[in-house]
């Protein structure tokens, strides 16, 4: 192995060991979505705070271009590494701290905390990717772009992927109780240790040879802001890059991985340990197709690669999370025994003089899954017979059905799991590599990182908010359920937009600015 192929390894090592630890700590939040609207938001309604919850992740997406134009205007004036070393700190920090908020019946002011905590996320994942995926790609040959820089593109998803097996091995080492209780907090305060780590091998890192010869020359950006966006040209190319690529390729993104996970657990109601596992085996198992893909569109070009990607993913999306959903229907299953596992009655803390309720069922089905349904009603509604529309915030019945399905459907769910990954990584692959060749390197940081993050944080982050808030705007009285495939038609507008877009106006030639 030559001296310059060890070098690239090197910066593709500790670039991509920051980025996917980033990751983790964005990602975590998600992963945990279920346990946050819990501990910290009001239960009166676990609905409204599961979409408090998402709306808070969704808020760390949002402010994820603002990131960018700061952490990207840093990043083109002092340089690469000491940009992304600062926003490896924040972003460290900001899960720690998430770790060690007092629940909220303690603190009331805890949903505020969580979402000033998601918002510094968010700033510094702005300015991470574009400053990991700029250093990588100037160290790299203009022949092997595509192939070193999708070794970043994988961060995201082994920063996932790292998620679930943390939070899978806390709950196989703590029983269910303490996991509720304060093991949950774990894999927040991990992240404290791995950022040390992540900070003592960037502090190594060199700066990008192709800013140190601008900055050395003197001809690095004065104003990147206004370089980026104030001249037409480069702001048609922004525009472009937004519209025509990252919008599409982020619901892709986010649809075939966080969705997917938000939909097998609250739409499917599977049990969070089988899904994270099964989700965890087929994000694994697809994780190489970004470097394919990366590699092949150094050979063909990176346009028509990622919107094949957003095509397949617009014309399956619907038959593959219906299969999901058909194999978890219990209402298609043959029933072989239902019983009643605990009956109680016990003070409603919300009501006074009023008492909850509580009755736990198993179900159990000819093939082999199992449902256990969690039902808490007021007494007093249930006395007083009134619809469940008009019973008050405190009074309304809260209900939790966990299915646990039999081991024969896990290898059809990771397949279909593993199609969706597979679009991501076709769309997600070459994406560093076309964003960074379309910019001249003094406004490269600043100026790929903003269609980067509109289209990943804003709307690709939107995706399971916009998805299972769709869903409940669907329950009627009659159809309580509603149409559990209505959060599909949000990524699938956007992906249609998308591709046409960029099937008409990208090109598939490299530009040779540097």
Not at 229 to 249: D, E, R, S
Not at 318 to 326: Q, S
């Amino acid at each position: 192995m030559s001296t310059e192929t060890k070098g690239i390894w090197k910066v593709i090592g500790a670039s991509s060991v920051g980025t996917l630890i980033e990751w983790y700590d964005f990602y975590i939040f998600g992963s945990l979505a279920t346990v946050i609207a819990a501990k910290f938001f009001p239960d009166t309604d676990p609905t409204a705070a599961f979409l408090a919850t998402l709306a808070t992740f969704a808020a760390g997406f949002i402010v994820r271009p603002f990131g960018a134009l700061v952490f990207g205007r840093l990043g083109d004036i002092i340089g690469r590494k000491h940009t992304f070393l600062l926003t490896l700190v924040i972003m460290g920090l900001s899960t720690f701290l998430i770790g060690c908020i007092p629940a909220y019946n303690d603190f009331k002011l805890a949903p505020v905390v969580i979402l000033v905590l998601r918002l510094l996320q968010g700033l510094a994942l702005g300015g991470e990717y574009g400053g990991a995926a700029t250093y990588v790609a100037e160290h790299s040959p203009e022949h092997k772009r595509g192939f070193y820089t999708s070794w970043i593109q994988t961060t995201a998803t082994l920063g996932l992927f790292v998620s679930l097996i943390v939070i899978i091995t806390t709950q196989k080492l703590l029983s269910p109780e303490e996991f509720s209780s304060w093991g949950w907090r774990l894999p927040f305060l991990l992240s404290i240790l791995l950022v040390i780590v992540s900070i003592v091998i960037r502090m190594k890192m060199k700066e990008s040879p192709l800013f140190a010869s601008l900055k050395q020359e003197g001809k690095t950006s004065v104003n990147p802001l206004k370089e980026s966006f104030g001249h037409k040209l480069n702001l048609k190319m922004v525009l472009l890059a937004l519209f025509g690529a990252t919008m599409g390729q982020g619901v892709v993104w986010y649809t075939g991985q966080f969705y997917a996970q938000t939909f097998m657990q609250k739409t499917c109601f599977i049990e969070s340990t089988q899904s994270n596992t099964w989700i965890g085996i087929a994000l694994l198992l697809a994780t190489p197709f970004f470097v394919v893909f990366g590699w092949l569109s150094d050979k063909i070009g990176r346009k028509w690669i990622m919107l094949v990607g957003m095509l397949l993913a617009i014309v399956c999306y619907k038959p593959i999370f219906k299969a999901m959903y058909d194999m978890a229907d219990v209402h298609a299953k043959e029933m072989k025994s239902e019983t009643v596992l605990q009956q109680l009655m016990k003070p409603n803390p919300k009501l006074k003089g009023d008492s909850i309720i509580y009755l736990k069922r198993e179900t159990r089905y000819a093939d082999g899954s199992v449902l256990i349904n969690i039902n808490e009603i007021s007494k007093k509604a249930v006395a007083e017979n009134i619809a469940s529309s008009q019973v008050p915030a405190p009074n309304q019945p809260k209900i939790t059905n966990v299915l646990t399905l039999n081991d024969s459907y896990k290898w059809k769910y990771i397949g279909l799991i593993f199609l969706l990954v597979l679009f991501v990584t076709m769309v997600y692959g070459p994406i560093a590599a076309f964003l960074v060749e379309l910019f001249p390197t003094k406004i490269r940081y600043t100026s790929m990182s903003l269609p980067y993050h509109i289209g990943n944080g804003v709307f690709g982050g939107l995706v399971p908010f916009i998805g299972i808030l769709s869903v409940e705007l669907t329950k009627t009285t009659d159809n309580p359920g509603g149409n559990p495939f209505a959060g599909l038609y949000y990524p699938i507008g956007v992906a249609i937009v998308c591709l046409v877009i960029g099937a008409v106006y990208l090109s598939n030639k490299k530009p040779t600015h540097e």
